[in-house]
């Protein structure tokens, strides 16, 4: 999730493992080993746009790596706390800082490499949006209370507080599954994949994408709570076919393997932009939950195969889509805005 969140996470554990006199200590290091498993975001290059991708949320997310990122924010540290605190108690409120980091972000859409080097494959759980107000609040709510009073017990029910709104996630995803199932039952399709996940910020608005021969069908499920549940239909998009939208990409290129690799961060959800015969686009992010303009891809030159794809954003934050999104959020009508070509210009 965001850094703001990570390390609230990383605060409340070490707050619960605290005694009272340690409280307010254990909770900076909480902090600061909760924002060192982010620290895998400076692993970039100039040469090499998509280096970054690959590795966010990589090695330093793994369960596997949480003793040795513990041991490397506890040394870190020492310098500052020596004097404070023995090592074995700042080398487990570390732990604890650092402990959840990966299996937080797994439960988001970008999921991590969780089981590294086991399984070398980006995992992801899809049941909270990398964003979400409500789960931040409860934990920042918690670890504020807890610092004041020196209260680890404080820290522990905001814990709990956020289990039970990850576990509300839990349950809108398999509602939003069911939707999206009978929705491909309704159209007489029989889908090779389905991805259901949350739009930024709520639990509310889902994005659903599943592949039916060859295509990508995109649309947005409005979970109902106190109204009925309802689809805003999307559209559709071909799936990449390498042999007809790449043929003129050698395969031992740079741009082709580029093409590979973001292939892989994207779990195979890619497609050619419908407008830019350029860009190869991560079909599961978009601005708009039914909308087929891309979030970010890669735009490729092929009269350049030795040269790296550039990694770009397509972000579009106009009033239009922040009214159409906050109106699905809702549950309310609209009108659904086709893709043009100039909107895709933009």
Known sequence: MDILTQVLLGAALAQS???????????????????????????????????????HRHFTHSLFFVPFGALLAALLLWPFVRNKLKFKRLYLFALLGYSLSGVLDTCTSYGTYILWPLVDERIAWHVISIVDPIFTLSLLTAVIFAFRKRLGKIAMAGLAVAVLYMSLGWLQLERAEI???????????????????????NLLLWRSVYQYEHQYYVDAIRLGVTSPSRIYTGGTIPILNPEQDLAKVESHSMLYKDIERFTKFSDGWV????????????????????????????????????QHAKYS?????????????????????????????QETAQ
Do not use: C
């Open 271 to 306: 497609a050619i932009h419908p407008q830019r015969t350029d860009i190869l686009m991560d079909v599961r992010y978009s601005n708009l939950p039914n909308s087929l303009k891309p979030l970010w891809g890669i735009e490729m030159d092929i009269d350049q195969p030795n």
């Open 179 to 201: 939707m999206a199932r009978d929705l491909i039952v309704k159209r007489g399709h029989d889908a090779a994949r389905v991805l259901v996940k949350p739009t930024i910020g």
């Open 17 to 55: 493992g605290a005694r009272q006199n340690e409280t307010r200590i254990a909770t900076w290091i909480g902090f600061a080993a909760g924002l060192l498993a982010d620290a895998d975001v400076f692993i970039q290059s100039a040469n090499d746009p998509l280096l970054t991708i690959e590795y």
């Open 313 to 341: 954003f397509y972000r579009d934050m106009s009033k239009l889509n922040r009214q159409q999104f906050v109106d699905m959020v809702l549950g309310r009508e609209i009108t659904v805005a086709k893709l043009t070509t």
